[in-house]
């Protein structure tokens, strides 16, 4: 099956800081999603992006489909945005390990 | 209204015992999956349903069956608990296979 890796696997910031979360596949995927589980376990959609750019407020993604990679862009961090961060994509779903992130007010 | 639901939000048992745990989506979905999160919050899948037939089954043991009685509801059935089986399962659906997932909250299943 299709192999997901994330990077890094953790990441402190101070709150306003800026950040690129990274998110490669073994294979090409054509429905790449990013989520955000928060600190109370709620698995919350971010992008669906198989493709192109999307932007949603200090939140935005690029998935590079020909080079089976894509990136999450959390700009001016709040605290709010602390928790995990997962790329899943491929038939059957597979998840990356995800992205522990913590804010620091 | 919640999309996606799922039932008990909590589920501490013994060692043996025999448990299920409920799925519901009313966003009109054909495709409903369940996943397994462990304590190092890895997600994995474990089945996928579109139009209650069966399309994925992960390598999980035979103890675990999901039952669709509909394209809305997507249950899961444990039998004989084993304490290797605490972990948080969530459920998901789709518009229809491998197209934006929606979850529900999750279920948190403790065994002593």
């Known amino acids: 099956g299709i192999q997901v890796e994330q990077s890094p696997p953790d990441l402190i910031l101070q709150e306003g800081a800026n950040s690129t979360l990274r998110c490669n596949f073994s294979?090409?995927?054509?429905?790449l999603q990013w989520f955000h589980q928060n600190p109370w376990g709620q698995l919350i959609n971010l992008f669906y992006?198989?493709?192109g750019t999307k932007q949603n407020g200090r939140l935005s993604a690029t998935t590079v489909a020909t080079e089976r990679y894509s990136l999450l862009y959390i700009s001016s961090s709040q605290t709010t945005d602390s928790g995990v961060y997962f790329c899943?994509?491929?038939?059957?779903?597979?998840f990356g390990a995800g992205t522990r992130l913590t804010v620091k007010p | 209204d919640t999309a996606v639901s799922q039932t008990p939000k909590y589920l501490v048992t013994q060692m043996g015992n025999d448990k299920s745990i409920k799925c519901e989506q009313n966003?009109?979905?054909?495709?409903m999956y369940w996943y397994k999160q462990d304590s190092k919050k890895f997600l994995k899948i474990m089945f996928s349903?579109?139009?209650?037939?069966?399309?994925i089954n992960e390598t999980v043991p035979n103890r675990f069956s999901p039952k669709s009685p509909d394209k809305a509801h997507l249950n899961l059935h444990i039998n004989s608990l084993e304490l290797g089986d605490s972990a948080v399962y969530f459920c998901?659906?789709?518009?229809?296979?491998?197209?934006?997932?929606?979850f529900g909250p999750g279920t948190r299943l403790t065994v002593l």
């Open positions: 349903y579109n139009n209650k037939e069966l399309i």
């Open positions: 992006i198989p493709s």
């Open positions: 966003l009109g979905h054909d495709t």
């Open positions: 899943a994509g491929g038939n059957d779903m597979r």
């Open positions: 998901a659906s789709s518009p229809d296979r491998g197209s934006e997932q929606f």
């Open positions: 294979d090409s995927v054509n429905n």
